[in-house]
């Protein structure tokens, strides 16, 4: 590794490190505007300026530009060099305005930072400003043209990074502008991270602007929970209210980046109908008295009916905290074990990825970004875990082949290889891929059993779908056969459930062909990861729950943070099942129909304002700070007037608590004069560790570590009849996916203000063969005659997509749930125009 002299301490680097990094290293910051590690460099400000003493390059050079070389010095503190980065400062302070008091970037500007560490204060120059006009940019970046410094930075990442096109370079000379051709939202669901890009205050964040200013934030260390991913955040809060939520680099994410659902879509835990106060039946309580009366109930309930009268739901949604305690919870009681999925074969998808997942073949989401082949299979990156989107185009930009079988439109914002495959055709046109891309004496290389079980893979029935796209086939072919470092990405939602387990086994056997190769799964919800480890190894399923309810043989249910609602196929059912009960007590946070409708109901802590854990698709733990304690955000308590000028020793709306707190005092209630002994929450996390000990606290999993095994099961997935199918071509239904969508769909970003703003309108897809077969175009409304009524909804035709399906995003505005069973197949004559 070369090594380098930097104002006179020397340092060893890896090949191909810039001057620039390899001074941060030791603790010095050269300054900067258009260098960012994640986009390289482009030497377009000048910024960066030191001065190289010895080595191949002599004088003043950009130190973003330069690769370190054996026998360099360099001195960021040459008198060339200072002089040179005073100069370029007074050039750029030459038409930026003097706005910095009413500047959202005040106080967190580098151009501010970098014009007082360079010494400039006075504005030679006496001709006139240069002035631009400002664009309309949607409604989440607000765009302030006059204070830019050219720096390329926002084109390049919405350009070349994020792969949009309708934000970038305009004009030329000094006229240089950056913005869209006119005015109108941009269309990529990553432009917030625009805020954090700009070293001045050209785009800042609408719902912050002119709210707060950056040294009156609490800033903490937190997660964005919207998707299995965990990407990093900070959360920026002040008076009870949470402002602005900024991306945080994680080597293991391998980016700072966020998506906009992740960024703007904490307005649940400001927003004024939050549920903030413990109700008995219609009346508002104290929380204290609500647990009381609570915990009393189902006191009552377990003495008279048997704890199997008890049952407890919840999600992953929930913390790991949460989740952990709700099973100490039940099995202190002596209750059944508790449910986290409404859905039992989502549950056995979910269940049977976290069980094959380990140590050989696992990757994190920075390691698909450098992969060289990326076959997604039954999931839809973009909607469904948006900065996963990012990583495969991270992967495309450095020569990687991208494939996508899904059923699905696919908008993967980099050039891919889309098939639009059924859900049951889906392990067929998977498994023959593979075995078509394996050459002849690669098969024989392979043990005995894993010879075996290529043999038993399908062959070309699945590939007559595909006929016509025969070049689509031979360029999968041809990119999987060249690989030497391939990654399976495989969903949870729209595959069938023999597919997560057929993904490891074709992980498995790649790796032994190759030597290489990841696998990456996509999980519905946050903390679905965590949902799995602790549902249990019973076979019983929330479906059976609500069966028990309408016989009345469950006379109670505990929903924790937990809306069934949301995924359940057939809402009338549902509702009726639960008029039933005797008892419905809800912990939660949303104002949720079920907290409308519960007997009791307590409130609880959001992420930000207690301390939680979450473990990411990957079985990563993942540790999130309190920002702030809570309550009633200030300009709703205050009306939008000063805050009071006296103190007092209650915060206004605080009368909440952590789930789990919640649920061990209910325990030691119900337990009476008798001590009910509740497992160590902890205790029930029985994956092995994989990564070296972390400082921990108590029994909590340490901040990184992975939660997987070394090896899950040594033995290749038993193929059996009935995992390779096809349509029969004779039957005339639809099978409905009921799926997620950027925006509008996820449960706790539907609370945003800012989201609903830009939230998709309700719509289905159906592919245009399909369309013009039934008689159906384009923005039609359809009517769909179900056992629970009709419904109503635009349709979009596409031409990319699996015909004999109908995708339909969840949108929360949309009443989607009539279906008589999680089956949810659609006869064609039950649709007709509306």
Not at 73 to 100: G, Y
Not at 179 to 197: A, T
Not at 579 to 594: F, Q
Request: proline fraction near 6%; aromatic fraction near 8%.
């Amino acid at each position: 590794m070369p090594r380098i002299i930097i104002d006179g301490l020397e340092i060893e680097v890896p090949q191909g490190t810039k001057v620039i990094d390899a001074a941060e290293r030791l603790g010095i910051m050269i300054p900067r505007f258009c260098y960012l590690k994640s986009l390289g460099a482009v030497g377009a400000c000048r910024m960066c300026a030191v001065t190289f003493l010895q080595g191949p390059f002599k004088g003043v050079q950009m130190s973003c530009m330069i690769d370190v070389q054996d026998g360099m010095s360099v001195s960021t503190t040459h008198e060339e060099a200072v002089a040179f980065r005073k100069q370029v400062i007074e050039w750029l302070m030459l038409n930026h305005p003097h706005d910095c008091p009413v500047c959202d970037e005040g106080g967190q500007c580098l151009l501010q930072d970098e014009t007082v560490s360079g010494g400039h204060g006075i504005r030679r120059y006496r001709g006139k400003k240069r002035t631009y006009r400002n664009q309309y940019l949607g409604v989440f970046i607000a765009h302030e043209m006059n204070r830019c410094i050219h720096c390329y930075r926002c084109s390049r990442f919405y350009q070349e990074y994020c792969g949009y096109r309708d934000l970038g370079v305009l004009q030329m000379a000094d006229r240089v502008y950056f913005g869209r051709f006119e005015d109108g939202q941009l269309e990529s669901p990553f432009s917030g991270n625009l805020v954090d890009l700009c070293p001045t205050g050209v785009y800042t964040d609408i719902p912050a602007r002119h709210k707060v200013r950056s040294w009156d934030l609490n800033r903490s260390p937190s997660l964005c929970i919207h998707c299995s991913l965990g990407c990093n955040t900070v959360a920026n809060a002040r008076h009870r209210t949470v402002w602005r939520v900024e991306g945080r680099f994680n080597e293991a994410l391998g980016s700072e980046f966020i998506c906009d659902r992740g960024r703007f879509g904490f307005g649940h835990t400001n927003h004024p109908i939050r549920p903030r106060r413990a109700k008995e039946g219609s009346s508002f309580v104290s929380l204290k008295d609500a647990m009381k009366s609570a915990a009393e109930k189902l006191r009552h309930i377990h003495a008279t009916f048997g704890a199997q009268a008890i049952a407890c739901l919840g999600s992953a949604r929930n913390s790991l905290e949460t989740q952990t305690t709700l099973r100490s919870f039940c099995e202190g009681l002596r209750l059944p074990e508790p449910h986290f999925f409404v859905n039992p074969h989502v549950k056995k998808k979910v269940c049977g990825a976290v069980a094959r997942l380990d140590e050989r073949v696992a990757v994190s989401l920075n390691q698909v970004a450098h992969a060289d082949f990326v076959l997604a299979v039954g999931t839809d990156p973009l909607n469904e875990a948006p900065m996963l989107a990012l990583a495969m185009r991270q992967a495309q930009r450095q020569g990687a082949s991208l494939v996508v079988l899904d059923p699905r439109p696919s908008f993967l914002p980099a050039p891919h290889v889309h098939m639009g495959v059924a859900p049951e055709a889906l392990n067929g046109v998977l498994g023959g891929l593979v075995r078509k891309a394996m050459e002849p004496g690669e098969r024989e290389n392979t043990a005995l059993r894993s010879r075996g079980f290529l043999q038993s893979l399908p062959g070309e029935p699945f590939f007559r779908a595909f006929s016509d796209e025969q070049e689509k086939v031979d360029a999968v072919l041809s990119g999987l056969k060249k690989s030497r470092n391939p990654v399976l990405v495989c969903g949870t939602e729209v595959v069938r459930e023999s597919t997560p387990s057929l993904c490891a086994d074709l992980a498995l056997l790649l790796k032994e062909v190759k030597g290489r190769c990841g696998l990456f799964y996509v999980l519905p919800g946050a903390n679905a990861f965590g949902s799995a480890l602790l549902s249990g190894s019973g076979e019983s399923t929330f479906l059976d729950v609500i069966q028990s309810m309408e016989r009345g043989f469950t006379k109670a249910l505990v929903l924790v943070e937990s809306d069934p609602f949301v995924h359940f196929p057939h809402q009338e059912r549902l509702r009726e099942a639960m008029k039933k009960l005797e008892l419905l007590v809800v912990l939660d946070h949303l104002p949720s129909l079920p907290v409308q409708t519960s007997q009791v109901f307590l409130p609880t802590s959001t992420l930000f304002e207690v301390d939680s854990t979450f473990i990411s698709q990957e079985g990563r733990v993942q540790w999130s700070r309190a920002v702030h304690e809570g309550g009633i955000p200030m300009e709703q308590w205050t009306g939008g007037t000063h805050p009071p000028r006296v103190h007092s020793t209650v915060i206004p709306g605080r009368d909440f608590r952590a789930c789990g707190e919640i649920l061990k005092e209910m325990a030691r209630i119900v337990g009476g004069k008798g001590k009910v002994f509740l497992p160590d929450p902890w205790s029930f996390l029985e994956r092995g560790p994989s990564a070296p000990e972390a400082p921990s606290r108590g029994n909590r999993p340490a901040d990184g570590k992975r939660l997987i095994p070394r090896e899950s099961s040594p033995e290749l997935f038993p193929l059996q009849e009935g995992h390779f199918t096809l349509r029969e071509e004779t039957e005339h239904a639809f099978e409905l996916l009921v799926v997620e969508a950027v925006f509008g769909t996820e449960e706790l970003s539907a609370h945003s203000p800012a989201m609903e703003k830009w939230e998709w309108e309700p719509h289905m897809w159906m592919h245009e063969q399909d369309a013009f077969e039934l008689g159906f175009s384009q923005d039609e409304v359809i009517g769909m005659d179900l056992d629970g009524g009709t419904l109503e909804v635009k349709l979009k035709v596409c031409p990319a997509m699996a015909r004999g399906v109908l995708v339909l995003p969840r949108h929360h505005r949309l009443q989607w749930q009539k279906f008589s069973d999680f089956s949810m197949r659609v006869p064609h004559d039950c649709m007709r125009k509306s």
